[in-house]
């Protein structure tokens, strides 16, 4: 009872005390705090104003409003952003903006420098991405994830988000049968196999042959052919000579007809009449005995059907039946004396053969499998573990028609389908005191850098440092070897790809006649005369089904007449694979030179140099490049090309199919250059579309169309942030391309004015202002967006401290890459996890 009853003042002490240091934090915000509040955000935030359903003194006490952590986060954001108080009020004064700014982060936020907080640590699975990358370097086979799973879900723009990376039953079923695929793919069962080599197709000669992709030789069904090669043996013996080649066509208008034979040394081993059905090949597998010498192969096709004998009156072009010839295959000799281990078997298998003794074989079971866990679950595994597996690799050995290494392969296959392999599951270092938040152990520590910087398991010189215990003091020299390394590009293409969107490009919808169409003010002309011929087919089709033959000719000549009159437009209107796949290397190229050289982040912005090749040069009209070859080039003094948000990935992820959209454009750079989007739009809002009618009919430019919408107070607080910055951009069409014209007539001046008062003539001064007076915004919002990409969960009120400490490191150095990548990997949210339950 004494017990109960000491136990029960220490809790009423400690709540006493509580209350007390509430109601002096409530004190000192009324003294300090409330009347900076009052000046400068009570005119939209109180006194019955509710501006974005926000008012400081709506809530019932004080001590309610300073336990508001959401609200004042957004009011840390606001007030360091600029946008609030707005550009028209006068700013808060630099001593009381430091004094409400470290209020916030102390008292109503609580953060504690000297205590800082991790945040929540996220189980996270392995995306397709990290999955298909692991599997290549754990066990050398590139698995198609992008075919075999389903896409990841993502949050806050990136696929690593933890709380999105689901697994539904679906998923672990997959994961099962990839296990089986992998395994059976990589580890060989067998122990001795007979000699196999390929004879390509390319060392065949003859008549009637032409080269193909993928290293064959395509044949026609349609012309004769005769090819053969002659292949030089060592040794004597029984050999499977394999012929396994498939029959492709263009389409399904004729499947083509031959008889094809083929002989070795002269000898008839296969002849067929040949044509195209769903899945046909033609295959053959002989055994032959052959001496030490040279030997013939041919193939001959004699056409049943010849070509000019074919109706061809197809809208799908000419027709094509080929014998994809993807050469022979050559196996032995087949006698067991010549036997030889199969590839890849010592990967797997160190010894050349399993031990006889039963114990032996058990602990060489337990060697690899040990060794092979330890790198699939990225630390080291428990003995019990490896024992359960080794039991199972014994317990298939032994299992008829079973063997050592069918045994070793099932053991593996339930590895790689383990939720250790597939999870990213990791341990701390032991902490005395369970209040504090202990530091990942050098495993955990591994995967995050490796992850992080490589999108796939840590390497061995990452795993040999954290078995030493030596990885956390070696980390700066690891950091810079790893961005070094080619893996590096894993980086650049999975957080550039998806922070700057360039992973898109090149499947992004983009009509480039009818935005050239419009371009030119011939967009409404181009669907006034699709609408006619339409409606002309369509008479064509009624007047074919009455047979009335004068009126179908009538109709045909109607239709010349109309294609002749609209003519080609816009035969200059192209946006082909290669140049988007120019646009998305420049992008990455850009990014991964920074990264490389230490360039400031900055450079991402505003550049005076960008990497092109000939074709995307010429797009963008910078003279004196040639070739396919992309590389650093410096711009011409005038070019409003340079940096990121000018680069045609950016303005064509950026827009709509068969129009630029402003308002994409400017939320693209308050998202992820400024870090602040605005709130979704209101519901039932009219499109732009619908402004962009006239009352006549008539078509208002996009600029006339955004104007309408700012006048409505429902729109405007949300587009006079967005749309300064957006219509910055529209000399640049939807295919990135300069304009000077839309619907016909030139375009308005692209000068403009942001939200938080800095003015800018064109686009070139805008990137200037977006690093010069909005610098640390994109500091912020860079480091903000590594931290999410890196952690895999999203931003929290404990982060702020770690972002502002990052900031001030890039203000220091000018942006240099290094800092920021090295800060991330340093900084508490990254090394730490969750404090542990006392």
């Excluded at 669907?527 to 004068?550: G, P, T, Y």
């Amino acid at each position: 009872m004494l017990q109960k009853r000491s136990a029960f003042a220490a809790m009423l002490g400690a709540g006493c005390l509580q209350a007390a240091a509430e109601e002096e934090q409530a004190g000192e915000f009324e003294r300090d705090i409330l009347p900076i509040l009052e000046d400068h955000c009570y005119q939209c935030h109180g006194e019955g104003e509710d501006k974005g359903k926000v008012a400081f003194d709506a809530f019932g006490s004080t001590r309610e409003l300073l336990k508001q952590t959401d609200l004042w986060v957004r009011a840390l954001k606001n007030i360091r952003s600029g946008t609030m108080p707005p550009a028209k009020k006068p700013r808060i004064p630099a001593d009381e903006f430091s004094k409400l700014e470290n209020w916030i982060k102390r008292d109503a936020l609580k953060l504690d420098p000297d205590h800082p907080d991790p945040g929540r640590v996220t189980l996270r699975r392995l995306n397709r991405v990290e999955y298909r990358n692991t599997v290549r370097d754990l066990i050398g086979i590139d698995f198609r994830t992008d075919e075999e799973f389903p896409a990841d879900d993502t949050g806050y723009g990136f696929d690593t988000i933890g709380d999105v990376l689901s697994t539904s039953p679906m998923l672990l079923e997959k994961y099962l049968q990839a296990a089986e695929t992998i395994v059976t793919r990589a580890v060989p069962t067998e122990r001795r196999v007979a000699p196999e080599r390929q004879v390509e197709a390319h060392y065949f000669n003859g008549q009637g042959a032409r080269d193909g992709s993928y290293g064959e030789l395509n044949v026609s069904l349609y012309e004769s052919a005769d090819i053969m090669a002659t292949v030089d043996i060592a040794q004597a013996g029984t050999y499977r000579v394999v012929l396994n080649s498939p029959v492709r066509r263009s389409y399904a208008f004729d499947p083509g007809r031959a008889d094809v034979e083929w002989l070795v040394d002269g000898k008839s081993e296969l002849k067929k009449e040949l044509k195209w059905v769903q899945g046909s090949k033609l295959d053959c597998a002989t055994a032959v005995k052959w001496e030490a010498g040279k030997h013939a192969l041919r193939l001959t096709i004699k056409p049943l059907v010849k070509y000019d004998e074919v109706s061809h009156s197809s809208p799908e072009g000419r027709t094509s039946v080929d014998l994809g010839f993807q050469g022979v295959t050559l196996v032995g000799p087949l006698e067991p004396e010549f036997s030889i281990p199969p590839k890849d078997y010592s990967k797997f298998f160190p010894r050349p053969e399993p031990p006889a003794d039963e114990a032996e074989r058990l602990a060489y079971a337990r060697e690899i499998l040990g060794s092979f866990a330890g790198r699939a679950f990225r630390c080291p595994v428990d003995e019990r573990t490896i024992g359960k597996l080794a039991g199972l690799a014994m317990e298939s050995a032994s299992a008829p028609g079973g063997s050592f290494e069918k045994g070793i392969a099932r053991a593996m296959t339930a590895v790689i389908a383990s939720p250790r392999f597939l999870f990213r599951i990791e341990k701390t270092l032991p902490e005395a005191d369970p209040a504090s938040h202990p530091l990942i152990d050098e495993w955990a520590l591994a995967s995050r850098l490796s992850y992080f910087l490589w999108s796939t398991m840590p390497d061995e010189t990452l795993l040999q440092l954290a078995e030493r215990g030596e990885l956390r003091k070696g980390l700066r020299g690891q950091i810079s070897r790893m961005i070094q390394d080619e893996k590096s590009a894993e980086f650049v293409k999975n957080f550039a790809g998806q922070w700057l969107q360039t992973r898109d490009v090149e499947g992004v919808s983009i009509d480039a006649r009818v935005v050239q169409a419009r371009d030119n003010g011939v967009e409404k002309q181009i669907r006034e005369n699709n609408a006619a011929k339409q409606r002309i087919n369509l008479a064509i089709d009624q007047a074919e089904a009455s047979h009335d033959e004068a009126e179908v000719e009538r109709l045909r000549q109607e239709l010349a007449e109309l294609r002749a009159k609209s003519g080609n437009n816009n035969n200059k209107a192209e946006f082909k694979g290669s140049l988007r796949s120019a646009m998305r290397r420049e992008a990455e190229m850009l990014f991964s030179h920074l990264l490389k050289t230490n360039g400031s982040v900055l450079s991402l912005v505003e550049n005076d140099s960008t990497f092109l090749n000939q074709e995307l040069a010429e797009y963008y009209g910078v003279p004196g490049v040639r070739g396919d070859e992309m590389r650093l080039v410096k711009l011409p003094p005038e070019s409003l090309r340079g940096g990121v948000l000018t680069m045609g990935t950016v303005l064509a992820v950026t827009s709509n199919p068969t129009r630029t959209s402003p308002v994409k454009r400017g939320l693209f750079i308050l998202d992820n250059i400024l870090g602040s989007p605005p709130p979704p739009p209101p519901p039932n809002i009219p499109s732009l579309e619908a402004s962009g009618k006239g009352h006549d009919g008539t078509e208002r430019s996009l600029r006339e169309a955004l104007a309408l919408h700012r006048e409505k107070p429902l729109c405007s607080s949300c587009h006079d942030r967005m749309d300064p910055l957006g219509l910055a951009f529209e000399n640049f069409n939807a295919m990135g391309r300069w304009r000077d014209r839309e619907l016909g007539a030139d375009l308005g001046p692209p000068a403009g004015k942001l939200i938080t008062g800095e003015t800018f003539a064109d686009v070139k001064e805008l990137k200037h202002v977006l690093v010069t007076f909005r610098r640390d915004d994109f500091y912020r919002c860079l480091t903000e967006k590594l931290l999410t990409y890196s952690l895999g969960r999203g931003p929290e009120a404990c982060d702020i401290l770690t972002v502002d400490a990052l900031v001030e490191k890039l203000r220091q150095s000018n942006g240099e890459f290094s800092d920021l990548i090295t800060g991330i990997v340093e900084s508490t949210p990254f090394q730490r996890s969750q404090r542990r339950n006392p």
